[in-house]
T-cell receptor, first 110, second 119 residues
């Protein structure tokens, strides 16, 4: 069964701390996306990871992809309140179908 | 102006009614998608279209139909709405990377969503 699993699903953390969100998937893929969704809003693209070992960084967020382990991580450095949102990973499983994880709801406490 | 628009933004309907959700885009993308989002379940793909003549079923197409009227327009219909179709519906578009046809879509651009309540 195809699965895209995010861990954790809920995360409450203090400002200034570091943390990592994990995205595991169960089928072969070399293309993975990270999106951000604010409450009541649409999804906004954060990163597109296109190959094994890909690493991308934007501000306090850094995403990486290990296709052999079927794992992507989204690392948050020195979290700030503005990063509070729900983060989704999505995997291209072929035939141009994209499967989303259930999302990680991140709440950063001031 | 928004690149991907959806109408209506909110809709309440009754069981058994036919309803159409519309999506328009000005990005010039060939690929368009319909997803539904339910709390705790992420987004699930309903239908997707690679061009006007190419429409494909996604994970959860039962109870839904689509129409690609033009490159810029992709409509989702619920022929006979039922309460478990209450959800947030998103349209999205994407384009192939230039010069790399057939290697999968680039990032998707999402519309603002349509919140549907079926009573």
């Amino acid at each position: 069964e195809l699965k895209v699993e995010q861990n954790p699903l809920f995360l409450s953390m203090q400002e200034g701390k570091n943390y990592t969100i994990y995205c595991n998937y169960s089928t072969t893929s070399d293309r993975l996306y990270w999106y951000r969704q604010d409450p009541g809003k649409s999804l906004e693209s954060l990163f597109v990871l296109l190959s094994n070992g890909a690493v991308k960084q934007e501000g306090r967020l850094m995403a990486s992809l290990d296709t052999k382990a079927r794992l992507s991580t989204l690392h948050i450095t020195a979290a700030v309140h503005d990063l509070s949102a729900t983060y989704f990973c999505a995997v291209d499983i072929g035939d141009d179908k994209i499967i989303f994880g259930k999302g990680t709801r991140l709440h950063i406490l001031p | 102006d928004a690149d991907v628009t959806q109408t209506p933004r909110n809709r309440i309907t009754k069981t058994g009614k036919r309803i159409m959700l519309e999506c328009s885009q000005t990005k010039g993308h060939d690929r368009m998608y319909w997803y539904r989002q339910d709390p705790g379940l992420g987004l699930r793909l309903i239908y997707y279209s690679f061009d006007v003549k190419d429409i494909n079923k996604g994970e959860i197409s039962d109870g839904y139909s689509v129409s690609r009227q033009a490159q810029a327009k992709f409509s989702l219909s619920l022929e006979s709405a039922i309460p478990n179709q209450t959800a947030l519906y998103f349209c999205a578009t994407s384009d192939e990377r230039p010069g790399l046809a057939g290697e999968g879509p680039e990032t998707q651009y999402f519309g603002p969503g349509t919140r549907l309540l079926v009573l």
